[in-house]
């Protein structure tokens, strides 16, 4: 187990009451398959919450991908307008997440090793590229680079509705960027790990509480 912090404003604890309805959002180029996606599916259905989780496969067009999430929530939040929401994130997901959670202001949100500015680091990811955990292939191109800085935001309402997951081993994103980017959020500082946390084991329980798992 890597070594780590958690700073905690007010304290670190459940939610005064589970949450309706969360919504996992996998990172750029992967999937519902991932292994923290699958890691999470079983962690809501070993608390018998499983019809609770959303993991959605996202296009990646940015705005396509916040258009499927939103059409989802449009239905169920008009079948019940107090809907207690989660959103969950990793990396390119946890930017998607950041911004959902700035629409959404009853939401809780964890993010896990999240893109700060994804349009500066996927500029070297035009093109085709393969998906992992699947045998697709999906086409970045320059537009989708201008939907992420149109949906971007810089103001967190509310900060304490936030848990940061960063991991000082990031090989892939600024782990001095998330931490900055997240003032006043529950930060779960690991010192080491990697940018996939593959020890997602260990940070589990940590979001299983925020989220509200039993």
Request: glycine fraction near 8%; hydrophobic fraction near 45%; avoid cysteine.
């Given at each position: ?28 180029r ?58 969950m ?34 500029q ?16 970045f ?11 971007e ?62």
């Open positions: 187990m890597w070594p780590f912090v958690l700073e905690s404003p007010g304290g670190f604890s459940a939610p005064p009451q589970p949450l309706d309805w969360v919504v996992y959002l996998h990172g750029f992967s999937s519902s398959r991932s292994v923290k996606a699958q890691k999470t599916i079983d962690a809501f259905a070993q608390a018998g919450q499983g019809d609770r989780l959303w993991v959605p496969d996202l296009p990646a067009s940015p705005a396509q991908a916040l258009a499927l999430v939103e059409d989802e929530l449009r239905v169920r939040l008009h079948n019940n307008p107090r809907l207690r929401l989660g959103f994130g990793s990396s390119l997901g946890g930017f998607y997440a950041t911004v959902l959670g700035e629409r959404h202001l009853n939401a809780r949100v964890a993010l896990l090793n999240p893109a700060v500015k994804p349009y500066n680091d996927l070297e990811q035009i093109g085709r590229k393969a998906v992992y955990f699947s045998d697709e292939e999906i086409e191109v320059p537009a989708y680079l201008d939907e992420l800085r149109a949906m935001t810089t103001q967190l309402t509310q900060a304490d509705r936030y848990l940061l997951v960063a991991a000082t081993g990031d090989e892939v994103l600024s782990f001095a960027s998330m931490v900055a980017r997240y003032p006043g959020a529950h930060q779960l500082r690991i010192q080491g790990s990697d940018h996939a946390l593959s020890d997602y084991d260990e940070q589990l329980p940590f979001v299983r509480l925020f989220m509200g798992l039993a």
